[in-house]
């Protein structure tokens, strides 16, 4: 007799064999909205709501099209692994309706390719008992879930593309929507691979016309960390991202998020790498890089791209802000490496106005620091501590740039501590270093509870400069550690009008160097001033200053008291100005053409103005402690203020305009009618192309306008289509 387990066992396999067998005849076949309509009393034909109530088996390359009906599916459209597209006035996926597009073991073991295109509004409801779902998850790789939607997209149930066995590859979700994306709290939207997965995660791709907002965690974790973009017109607000490595020595991935106006991190964003179960070859951190575009950014919880022990390298975090950037207190925004062969990654923080921190910046690593490079237009505010150090034995401290007044006033206080300090020595990794420091400010403070440590065998370097007030409370130490080592320097730089006010202690003595005040901006080895703006008073390098009290600008002039136009002549944006922002161009919902650019002539003998490339170092930048000699700029940029002068890259660029190559009299041959992205055919990326146009204001080209009747609009959508198709 067979034991009684295995015999359990049987029984469970035909038990879950027959009900296959009984699925799979109750469901009905379909291949397009029509052979729903003949079958489904609860979509009847007419141009009225449908709602597909029933199990549907839908094959391969087939087309449900329901026009300009309101669709609704409580029933289930089975796709396997195919290839299927829907096309609605908009979608409701009840909770129990299901869009199954799950690979299987028996048949495809890939996910399917799940394609809606709806004119309207795309919702996934949810309920406590139940969950509408969208799945494309596969064994060996995950599918793909493309949505295009005229309206909003609102996610309460599940949008999955994810791994359904260790070694199975995450999936692709792309969702394009000319409104809002929102997920709800205790949704899911993931794109998971597993552990031991060829690949990792997957792509995860959210493009809204107006605000994203998440309620809920984005997974695209996997044996290599995946990939998740977010794009927004208006403000973005997201919780958990997890993008990390889970693999054997697994690389962090990438999350890029952009929003047009403000941005909130409200919970933790993870590009980590996952350790090793060797003694090398552990992850490296991945890439985060958020931007809020005309407006705020704040970091309310951790975001890391941190590398595993025991070399992984910590990965990069870029951060960056129309208006200004706060961290608070319960976050950490680390790049570390957490082992002690890893070298530190990279921080830069961008803010266009002023940036505090109240958390932990870390780009440390055991055999070497990292850099954190920091610079604001206005104040900078460090209450939470920088660590740039390298930490075992033999480690070199990294480089810490911290700029504040990059565009006009700004005042630095440090009231933490700034760690750039080097390890110890060992008889197998020798000695370390400290590393460097350079802080740039117009009132530079060192509070009483504020350091910068810069100590190792080998000191390393600290470089303040004040271009008004220096304070130092508290304590700057580039000293040796060992009796054997070397000190580094402490340099102060000021200017001769105003001395230092140093009560903490310098170590070793410090280099001091006077500077006389700027007062033109062609001057050399002087410091620029940092003039009151708002007094009313215009002085150097102000160019204008027609307020009395806090600055405002879209009067003419800025915020840093400069002329400001934000006329930036080109037709083919909108154009607005925020009191405390600034300019904002924003691109026209019509097509449009930009005006022609001349390109200069041969013979000109005026110099074309410097474009500056971007460096990797912030320090002195739009407002240099000391001025460059005559000779940097060229002639046709002397009348230039200081404030405008190039900010950051050391090179300078003098290439003049190409010539025109297509003769003013060619006939240009007309567009191809929906071939919206330019490729001379009409194919499926035609319909995402001109929803994407839509959803994102850009300007219209070749056969967008698929109707031809000289408006791109929602209808260009049902007739790109119809084109593709083959129908009239």
């Not at 009906?69 to 009840?94: E, K, P």
């Not at 919702?123 to 998850?137: E, F, M, P, Y």
């Not at 017109?233 to 020595?249: K, R």
């Not at 704040?298 to 706060?326: C, H, K, M, R, Y």
Request: glycine share 14%.
């Amino acid at each position: 007799m067979q034991p009684c387990c295995v015999r359990v066992l049987l029984m469970l396999a035909a038990c879950i064999s027959g009900a296959l067998v009984a699925r799979a005849a109750l469901a009905q076949t379909a291949c397009t909205a029509a052979d729903v309509m003949s079958q489904d009393p609860g979509c009847p034909q007419g141009s009225g709501a449908c709602s597909v109530t029933k199990t549907f088996q839908v094959g391969d390359g087939c087309v449900l099209d329901f026009g300009a009906r309101a669709l609704t599916i409580s029933g289930t459209l089975d796709i396997n692994s195919g290839t299927v597209t829907i096309v609605a006035a908009s979608l409701t996926v009840v909770p129990g309706g299901f869009i199954d597009g799950r690979g299987n073991q028996t048949a495809a073991p890939d996910g399917g390719m799940l394609t809606i295109q709806v004119t309207g509004s795309l919702t996934v409801q949810k309920t406590s008992r139940a969950a509408g779902r969208l799945d494309v998850s596969g064994i060996d790789a995950a599918g793909t879930i493309v949505i295009n939607a005229g309206g909003s997209v609102t996610v309460a149930g599940k949008l999955n593309a994810d791994n359904l066995s260790r070694m199975g590859d995450g999936g692709t979700i792309r969702i394009t929507a000319a409104a809002d994306i929102i997920s709800l709290a205790n949704s899911s939207i993931s794109a998971s691979g597993g552990d031991q997965a060829g690949f990792g995660g997957g792509e995860i791709d959210l493009n809204a016309g107006g605000k994203v907002t998440l309620g809920d965690a984005i997974d695209v974790s996997g044996s290599s960390g995946g990939t998740f973009n977010v794009s927004a017109g208006d403000a973005v607000a997201m919780q958990m991202a997890n993008a990390s490595g889970t693999g054997d020595g697994g690389t962090g991935g990438c999350v890029e998020v952009q929003a047009g106006t403000s941005m909130q991190i409200l919970d933790q964003v993870d590009t980590s790498g996952s350790a090793s179960s060797t003694n090398s070859g552990a992850g490296s951190g991945g890439v985060v890089c958020v931007e809020a575009q005309f407006g705020d950014l704040t970091v309310a919880n951790d975001v890391l791209a941190e590398g595993a022990a025991p070399d992984g390298g910590g990965g990069e975090i870029d951060v960056a802000a129309q208006g200004s950037v706060a961290v608070q207190p319960r976050a950490t925004v680390s790049a570390r490496s957490n082992g002690g062969q890893g070298c530190g990654g990279m921080l830069s923080i961008a803010p266009n106005l002023a940036f505090s921190s109240a958390a932990l910046l870390d780009a440390s690593g055991g055999a070497g620091g990292g850099e954190i490079d920091i610079c604001a237009g206005t104040d900078v505010t460090l209450s939470g501590g920088l660590d740039v150090s390298g930490r075992s034995t033999g480690g070199a401290g990294g480089q810490a740039n911290v700029e504040a007044g990059a565009n006009g006033p700004g005042t630095l206080l440090l009231q933490s501590a700034l760690d750039v300090s080097g390890g110890a020595c060992d008889m197998t990794n020798g000695c370390g270093a400290g590393g460097c420091a350079s802080l740039v400010a117009c009132n530079l403070t060192v509070a009483a509870t504020g350091s910068i440590r810069a100590a190792g065998p080998q000191g390393g370097d600290n470089d303040l400069t004040a271009r008004e007030q220096l304070t130092i409370l508290g304590k700057v130490n580039a000293a040796k550690t060992t009796a054997s080592g070397t000190d580094g320097l402490n340099t102060l730089e000021f200017p001769q009008r105003k001395a230092p006010k140093i009560s903490g202690s310098v170590m070793p003595s410090a280099t001091m160097t006077a500077w006389n005040t700027c007062t033109e901006e062609l001057a050399e080895n002087c410091l620029m001033p940092c003039p009151t703006c708002g007094d009313g008073v215009v002085e150097f390098p102000e160019t204008c200053d027609n307020n009395v009290g806090t600055p405002v600008g879209c009067d003419g002039c800025s915020t840093a008291c400069q002329i400001e136009s934000c006329d930036d002549g080109n037709v083919c944006t909108i154009d607005s100005c925020d009191p405390r922002l600034g300019c904002r161009h924003v691109p026209s919902a019509l097509p449009c053409a930009p005006m022609p650019t001349m390109a200069p002539s041969p013979s000109a003998t005026q110099p074309p103005l410097p474009t500056p490339t971007a460096g990797p170092e912030v320090t002195q930048t739009s407002l240099p402690a000391r001025t460059a000699a005559p000779t940097a700029i060229p002639t046709a940029a002397a009348t230039t203020t200081a404030l405008a002068t190039a900010t950051s890259g050391p090179t300078l660029t003098d290439t003049p305009a190409p010539e025109p190559s297509v003769s003013p009299t060619q006939d240009p041959t007309p567009p191809v009618p929906g071939d919206a992205n330019c490729d001379d055919q009409v194919t499926a990326a035609d319909v995402s192309e001109l929803v994407t146009l839509l959803a994102s204001n850009r300007p219209a080209s070749c056969g967008a306008d698929a109707d031809q009747d000289g408006v791109v609009d929602s209808r260009d959508i049902g007739v790109t289509i119809d084109l593709l198709f083959g129908m009239p």
